[in-house]
């Protein structure tokens, strides 16, 4: 089987191609990358020579179209992903997540190849604190921010595709991802690095907010089950239940790292900031017999935290351009 995988040299993308070393080897890999600030080749280091990285954008037509001609399946991880940048600029989003998700749609449609939409569960908004819901396969679509909208419109391209064009296409929404390689600009890796540069952590406005956790490899243990054994055009909520408030998760972490729980300073709220996610996973669990394997956040934590402390040289030479755009924004 011949992958193309899109988004291969950012976070979810190379663990994505770590797990599938792993546990697929007969499986062929093909990287399109386009090494925005996002993408690290460093990351894909590990793959060597298994992999072959082709650095181009997905809104390319003329070499989305080679890539998809010659390969059996492709897997969309490319975007655009980080919400506070959206609010500063949100062009760029609009460019890779609406345009380059149509422009892989096109070629997958003239090839008839078989399309997998990874996507998010901040498509369908958010969920006051005490609501007993969950996000499900059949929550409307309400997003909050311009890099959720600009999902919530790749999504729905890419329904449209199935029921018009007839496309062999899914699409998974998963809830926050931790685990090795994710950029520093985001939430517990920030923390993270931050403690082990000195400086303390920064928790946004009261840190009520909640996100549901999950391991980055359970995450991609669903994206096989779905490639695996899905039917066309079927959609999956991926999460593990692992909600936790910011606040608790910074207070985690500067426990695990040695530190006083109260060792953070309060900075300036995310605008439109999403109070809640929370995911029913009933669906993939039952249908394709899907189990995460991280089951305890604390353990999967310690682990995170143990990678980032050995990997300085990974995340140490982004660390100061992070923090000073951070800066500006009072964050
Ligand atoms: P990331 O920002 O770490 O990586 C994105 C990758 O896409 C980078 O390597 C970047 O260079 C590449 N890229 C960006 N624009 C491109 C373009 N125009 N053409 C080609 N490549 C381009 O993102 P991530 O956290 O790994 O997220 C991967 C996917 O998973 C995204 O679609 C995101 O919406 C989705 N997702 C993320 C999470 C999460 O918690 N991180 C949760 C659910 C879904
Ligand atoms: O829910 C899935 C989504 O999770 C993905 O689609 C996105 O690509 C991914 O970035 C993530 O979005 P969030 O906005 O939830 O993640 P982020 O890491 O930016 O922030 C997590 C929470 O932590 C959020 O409530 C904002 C807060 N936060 C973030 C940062 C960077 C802080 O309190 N302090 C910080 O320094």
Redesign the pocket.
């Known amino acids: 089987m011949h992958l193309l995988i ?8 190379s663990n994505f191609i770590h797990y599938t070393l792993r546990h697929r080897p007969e499986c062929r890999i093909t990287v ?5 600030y ?3 080749k460093a990351s894909l280091a590990p793959a060597g020579d298994r992999i072959e990285l082709v650095v ?4 390319d037509a003329n070499l989305v179209d080679r890539l998809v001609q010659a390969c059996d399946i492709v897997v969309h ?6 919400n506070d940048n959206s609010i500063a600029n949100p062009l760029p989003f609009v ?2 997540n609406v345009v ?1 998700t149509f422009t892989l749609l096109e070629a997958a449609r003239r090839h008839g190849r078989r399309f997998h939409h ?4 901040e498509v369908f908004g958010d969920l006051e604190l005490d609501d007993p819901e969950k996000f499900r396969e059949t929550t409307p679509y309400n997003p909050s921010s311009p890099y959720s909208a600009t ?1 919530a419109g790749s999504d729905l391209l890419v329904k449209a595709w199935v029921r018009t064009f007839g496309l062999n296409a899914t699409i998974s929404n ?4 931790y685990g090795p390689y ?2 520093i600009e ?1 939430f517990i890796p920030r923390q993270i690095t931050n403690v082990l540069s000195g400086l303390r952590p920064k928790l946004y406005g009261a840190g009520a907010n909640v996100r549901d956790w999950i391991h980055v490899d359970d ?1 991609n243990s669903a994206v096989w089950a779905i490639l695996d054994r899905a039917r066309p055009g079927s959609y999956y909520m991926i999460g593990a239940d692992g909600e936790q408030n910011n606040k608790a998760v910074i207070e985690l972490i500067l426990e695990l790292m040695g530190k006083p729980r109260d060792w953070y300073d309060h900075v300036n709220d995310r605008p439109g900031h999403d109070l809640r996610y929370a995911i029913d996973s009933a669906k993939i669990r039952s249908e394709l017999g899907w189990t995460p394997r991280y089951t305890t956040f604390h353990d999967g934590l310690a682990a995170t935290i143990a990678w980032y402390r050995d990997h300085a040289d990974w995340w140490q030479p982004l660390k100061k351009a992070v923090e000073a755009r951070y800066a500006k924004q009072g964050q």
């Open positions: 899109t988004g291969g040299a950012g976070f979810i993308g399109l990358d386009a090494m925005t996002a993408g690290n181009g954008r997905i809104e991880f490319a975007a655009e992903s980080h460019t890779t380059g990874v996507s998010t569960d999902k998963c809830s926050n991802n994710q950029h985001k995450h």
